[in-house]
């Protein structure tokens, strides 16, 4: 689904933002990106929209190397990749339901799949009853759930979610991280940059690490904190132990920790 | 992409600015009613012209002689191989040819004695361009009083229409250029006022064009109807001053159809302004991403 060959990126000729990248993401796979500020994750998840082009290397997406797919053509792949920000994008002055609806629209969607989808998607993010809200009348989480709605009412095949959780307190974030895990289970593949230690940890899904724009560790069933080959001391080994990579994995999703999930984000789906 | 939705957004960026819209209109406007003009100017003068030029070339004047002798001279002018037809008009007939020209006009009429009215001989030249010599040689002849050539009139009237066309044109193309900056401008504030609705549009997957599309359109609109404002305020202004001034020997009528087909043009050249002037909005948009 993705694979990234000798993918660097380069800002203003100097500052290394990824640094000679190779990976393969299998379809329907659940991939953490974690690492410290400036380590490249969001840098990583822009190159995988095509918001940025990679100074050198080959970005496969859906069979497309996507580093050198014209200017015209970024629209068609942007209707397969959904996109989710840390700060939700949503436009204030249109309900839930025009939010929604609106990634339709743009896109030339009869209404007819328009009136038909809405409705579907937000009752599997949980928010049937609050279609008519405006985003300022929703809590955080509920807006992020918007904004996963508009990501995936398209039935995107790849999802990218650049620290989706990050304005989000704990309890909150595992609701939406719930949804990232049902989304992931239709057989989207799912690549999210985070910082949340507990979520990683619980989630236990394919983890690659970034440090200063290279791919340090990639675990198929890590955790925030693992072993980086040679360097970080192997103090919070996982339980699997160091994978070298997900290739050929296909993941199982185990569901998440029933004693994770906080009492008050309840679904409605 | 539907028409009913790229004009509702079009309709709605236009009234999110409409000091500016008002501006970018009036610009269209002013540029466009000042070509239009010219082009109405430089055709009166154009037709007062190739009028004369096709009549009298030059008339001389008579003396209080009688018939025989005028007819006299008539015939010797008419004798000369550089003329092509000499006509003899007597008093009589001046004075009625006065009072067609003034018909409305009765007072003046009868203000004038008929008596007044020279005789005099129209000459009709093979070549125009002999007209100094002719009119040389019938200044020299007995019982002429004087020469008039309508040719230094022509000439006057030609030049003046020229000057107007062309100061008319340059104004306007001056003008026009401020009008698609003043487009493309309120066109960049319309893109700004919704960078986030662009983005997301953008994220989403929506096509260049259909991003482009109601801007486009924006452009087009006001263009249009700075360019309809300026057709219709010329039409009319034109007939106001047919109608209340009088400017005497320059016929000022121009045919309906000449206004309708330069109509047409301007309003032509007001959709091109606003297609141009918001292609240049866009254009940062369009290259944006990298």
């Known amino acids: ?269 | 992409m539907r028409a009913e939705y790229v004009v509702g957004e079009a309709a709605t960026n236009l009234r999110r600015n409409v000091l500016l819209v008002l501006g970018a209109i009036l610009a269209v406007f002013v540029s466009l009613f000042m070509t239009y003009m010219a082009l109405v100017v430089n055709e009166v003068g154009r037709n007062s012209a190739s009028r004369w030029q096709e009549g009298i070339t030059i008339i001389a004047w008579l003396d209080d002689a009688d018939l025989a002798t005028h007819t006299a001279i008539t015939n010797e002018v008419n004798g000369w191989s550089e003329v092509e037809r000499a006509i003899y008009v007597g008093k009589a007939e001046a004075w009625e040819e006065f009072q067609d020209m003034f018909a409305d006009n009765p007072a003046l009429v009868e203000e004038v004695d008929p008596n007044a009215m020279p005789a005099s001989v129209r000459v009709d030249l093979v070549d125009n361009e002999l007209h100094t010599v002719i009119v040389g040689r019938l200044g020299s002849l007995g019982g002429v009083d004087g020469v008039d050539e309508a040719s230094e009139a022509v000439e006057d009237t030609l030049e003046a229409s020229r000057l107007l066309n062309t100061g008319g044109i340059v104004l306007g193309v001056v003008l026009g250029i401020s009008a698609v900056v003043m487009i493309s401008n309120t066109v960049r504030m319309a893109i700004y006022a919704r960078r986030e609705e662009i983005s997301i549009m953008k994220l989403v997957g929506a096509s260049n064009w259909f991003v482009r599309t109601p801007f486009l359109v924006e452009g087009l609109i006001e263009g249009l109807v700075g360019g309809a404002l300026a057709v219709l305020a010329g039409w009319f202004g034109y007939r106001w001053f047919i109608s209340n001034l009088d400017l005497g020997i320059i016929d000022t009528e121009v045919p309906e159809a000449f206004l309708l087909s330069r109509g047409l043009l301007v309003l032509l050249f007001g959709a091109l302004a606003g297609a141009i002037g918001s292609l240049v909005g866009l254009r940062r948009y369009l290259q944006e991403s990298k």
């Not at chain 1, 629209?75 to 249109?94: A, E, I, M």
């Open chain 1, 1 to 269: 689904m993705i694979r990234l060959h000798g993918v660097t990126k380069v800002y203003d000729g100097s500052t290394v933002a990824i640094r000679d990248a190779t990976t393969t993401i299998q379809k329907g796979e659940f991939v953490f990106l974690v690492g410290p500020s400036g380590s490249g994750k969001s840098t990583l998840i822009r190159l995988l929209m095509r918001e940025e082009r990679p100074t050198a290397g080959e970005i496969w997406v859906a069979g497309r190397n996507i580093a050198d797919l014209p200017e015209w053509k970024v629209p068609y792949l942007r209707r397969s990749v959904g996109t989710v920000f840390q700060d939700f994008k949503l436009l204030p002055n249109k309900t839930v339901f025009q939010n929604v609806a609106f990634a339709l629209e743009v896109i030339g969607r009869p209404k007819g799949i328009v009136a038909q989808q809405v409705p579907k998607v937000l009752k599997l993010v949980g928010l049937a009853s609050k279609a008519e809200r405006l985003p300022r009348q929703l809590s955080g989480g509920e807006q992020q759930r918007v904004s996963i709605a508009r990501a995936f009412v398209n039935r995107p095949l790849i999802l990218l979610a650049d620290e989706p959780t990050g304005n989000l307190d704990p309890a909150t974030s595992v609701g939406i991280m719930r949804l990232l895990d049902r989304i992931n289970r239709t057989g989207t593949t799912v690549v999210m940059a985070t910082h949340d230690h507990a979520i990683v940890d619980a989630m236990r899904r394919r983890v690659m690490q970034l440090e200063r724009g290279r791919i340090v560790r990639d675990e198929s069933r890590g955790v925030y904190e693992g072993p980086v080959a040679g360097a970080t001391p192997a103090g919070a080994a996982s339980a699997n132990g160091p994978a070298p990579n997900g290739q050929g994995h296909t993941p199982e999703t185990p569901p998440i920790e029933e004693a994770a999930v906080a009492p008050g984000e309840t679904d409605e789906g």
